[in-house]
């Protein structure tokens, strides 16, 4: 798989959110990266509600062979306000990879991935139901995202324990503004042999100077990450880098 992976949180439709980009104009960018030799592809069941997955799906079919590219998406964030939109009962991941699936137009998925650690859902049962869904060919392997260090050993625990598939790729936020994975959850996967993926590289535009773009003026995650006194300063500090070595 490629070294870089395309995110598509802003690909579906500006219903969603104001910032994101519809069918047509993601595909441009969808086709960009394949040309370029990007073919790790994320999404999340998250991402306008579906419509996101649905969207890119039919890009995918026209521009890419399945064989050629690795598709990964996440499960968890509400997909509506109904009982059981969301978290990581067996319930919710067994109608989020059919679900998934239905909108991508594809047998299976690379990487079904955790999108957070639901504190509200026992690890086995959410582990027994991804082992069953690596078994019945919904996905060739699973992952995990956004945690901590001491619950990501607890799912690899779990897993160890009961002879389930375990996740092979960590996704976690790592930029210049945001660093604490290297602390122990990086280490921790080297040790294991997990593989890591990145998300907000460019701490959403803020490391670009891009902090009051519609996104960050929209997007209630950039206040909940990036809301600290030391942040606008390293951005600051980027920019004046970015300058002199200009």
């Not at 026209?62 to 996440?74: F, S």
């Not at 060739?140 to 050993?153: D, E, H, K, L, N």
């Not at 607890?154 to 375990?166: L, N, S, V, Y």
């Amino acid at each position: 798989m490629s070294r870089l992976c395309l995110g598509t949180m802003n690909m579906g439709t500006p219903q969603w959110k104001p910032w994101i980009f519809d069918e047509a104009q993601s595909e441009p960018i969808v086709k960009h990266a394949l040309d370029h030799g990007v073919n790790f592809i994320d999404l999340a069941d998250f991402y306008s509600t579906g419509v996101g997955k649905e969207a890119v799906g039919r890009i995918l079919k026209r521009l890419a062979r399945r064989e050629e590219i690795v598709v990964t998406t996440k499960v968890g964030y509400d997909m509506g306000a109904y009982q059981n939109a969301g978290g990581h009962s067996r319930k919710h991941i067994m109608d989020g990879i059919d679900g998934s699936l239905k909108r991508l137009g594809m047998d299976y998925v690379d990487v079904y991935m955790l999108h957070y650690f639901d504190v509200n859902t026992p690890v086995e049962e959410t582990l027994h139901a991804l082992d069953d869904i690596v078994r019945a060919g919904k996905a060739r392997y699973i992952g995990v995202s956004t945690m901590y260090t001491w619950q990501f050993a607890k799912i690899m625990q779990a897993c160890e324990q009961h002879g389930w598939h375990k996740p092979i790729n960590m996704q976690l936020q790592l930029n210049v503004a945001y660093r604490e994975e290297e602390r122990e959850m990086i280490p921790y996967c080297i040790d294991q042999g997990v593989g890591v993926s990145v998300f907000s590289p460019l701490a959403r535009g803020l490391l670009t100077s891009d902090a009051k773009s519609t996104r960050n003026q929209t997007d209630f995650f950039t206040a909940q990450m990036y809301g600290d006194h030391a942040s606008p300063e390293i951005s600051a500090s980027v920019a004046r880098d970015l300058r002199g070595a200009a």
